[in-house]
């Protein structure tokens, strides 16, 4: 045993838990008008069965097996195949159908789990010594294709899991970082911050079940990002490890500097490198007090346009909330359907007070958009913040509801993952896409992908969804966030890359990013050429091709 927790083989987070519509009244009433599917006699999938998965015999030498239980014992080699299937997928929508379908081409062949950083260092010899390939293994939440093997690799294929090296080794309380081992997962990692008054402020929907090392590898961004940066910016330092050389060890090391004018950024060229250049061991981060006071107000938008714009504002504005957040009007129908039920004054006031108060303003419901506006801070700060932001979207034709629906969104957040699960489990593909954008483009961008999606709906000849929220705001522009679902016909995966192809080609021919915070893998690089130019996948792919010129490091990802 390893101790190292893990997500279900088959779907998101642990046994045991899943998304319930039981007590949401208008859930499935909403998704049979949204994707055609009637939850009432939807026949729900058998749990897959892990005997009936097909895998491959791994290719394992026994002389890499022994070389690597020599560096880390042997408990801390795995190649039975519970170990493998886990390690050989993330939880993409197409890991999940091909998971679930026993669609396994290439599993890993050999977990290891290292006990600190000269285990890391000896495994990383031993692999590249064995001419096999390594990939860094987090929390496995990523859903761009980030972990699988290539199809048709030869090579034994190692699977380093980082799980047992989460410490928060120290606090350098003057300058607000922290020291933290790559494989600490989301609450670890906070809770051992918080037992000293500090947090990271990172809190991407994956949290759970996602590593500081894996948030780094796949330039992350959480929900806080107004106020704490994406990972990006909160990554400082760096160590990561490559391979030793024969007059010095292969660690490279990046000093925690709050900015610097040292040429390229090696610590840049590492966040976003997905396991492509070595093995992150520890992150120096930048910490935060835990604020005094924390507040998500919510506010409501006669429609889509007046909230992109109240946005824009807020981010140009004094104002500095640590979230800031407008979901469109399909978007604000769902997260209405996905209420609980409400009961006395709450349904009173929510089903008709709230709704005559709309009208009465002249707004047409089935246009509104609610907003999540986060603030943080002294009690003082937080009310001026209100108040900035209130008078903002007041401009803009809004109004603030207050922080009943926003205690719940922070409640269920963490939740919502599961979804998918349900989803599949009753033949329907839910999934998302997500990008960037200037201001300038982002009205245009929404309104392609949008006719992309039903463009694509229409070609399969299936009833779909989608809805978007803008989230993680900069001063040049902001995040659009899409979900997506439809009922499968009877090819899933090629019906889902007809939906996904037409929203991410949408993303790069109206300027927007193919991904702004999930990374690229395989899921995304048929349209890096598109995002960053050919010149720029040439300068990518020369590093790579520099630095790792026997393809041992999670190859075929990103370029
Ligand atoms: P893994 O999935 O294990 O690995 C991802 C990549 O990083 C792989 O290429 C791997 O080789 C590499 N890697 C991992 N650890 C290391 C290391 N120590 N050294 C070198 N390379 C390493 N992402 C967001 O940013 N924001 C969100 O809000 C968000 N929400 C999500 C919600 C759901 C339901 C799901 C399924 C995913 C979500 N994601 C989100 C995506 C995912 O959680 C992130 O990509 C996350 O950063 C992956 O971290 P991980 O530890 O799980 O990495």
Known sequence: MTDVEHMKWWGWGVEGVGFHHEDKPGFAPFVLQAVGLDLATAQKAEQPSFEELDLADPVAPAELVAALAAIVGEDFVRTDAMER???????????LVRIRTGDIARAVDVVVYPADEDDVQRIVDAVVAADAVLIPFGGGSNIAGSLEPQAGEQRPVVSVDMGRMSAVIDIDADSGLARIQAGALGPHLEAQLAAQGWTIGHFPDSFTHSTIGGWAATRSSGMQSDKYGDIAQIVRGLRVVRPSH????????????????????????IVGSEGRLGVITEVTAQVHRVAEVREIQAYFFPNWAAGLKAM??????????????????????????TSKERHGMDAILAEKVLPGIMRSKGWTLEDICLSF???????????????????????HGGMGVGTGPGVLYDQKKFDTPY??????????????????????????VYDAVIAAAEGAYAEIGTKGWIMCHLSHSYHSGACLYFTFAFVFGDDPLGEYDVVKSAIQQAF????????????????????IEQDISPEGVAVVRGLFGAVDPGDHFNPGKVV
């Open 85 to 95: 299937v886990v390690h050989t997928y993330g939880k993409s929508l197409r890991d």
């Open 246 to 269: 024969p007059d010095r060890d292969g660690v490279l090391v990046i000093p925690a500097i709050p900015s610097a004018s040292t040429g390229p950024s090696v610590r840049e060229m």
């Open 312 to 337: 824009q504002a807020i981010s140009v504005s004094d104002a500095t909330p640590i979230i800031t957040r407008v979901s469109d009007a399909r978007e604000t129908g769902f997260s209405l359907a």
């Open 373 to 395: 506006i986060g603030f943080e801070g002294s009690a003082e700060h937080v009310k001026r913040q209100k108040k900035l932001v209130g008078a903002i979207v007041k401009q």
């Open 419 to 444: 979804l998918r699960d349900f989803l599949l489990d009753r033949g329907a593909a839910g999934d998302v896409s997500e990008t960037a954008a200037p201001w300038s483009k982002l009205a245009g």
């Open 508 to 527: 790069v021919d109206n300027g927007a990013t193919i991904s702004h915070h999930h990374g690229v893998g395989v899921e995304h690089s048929p349209w």
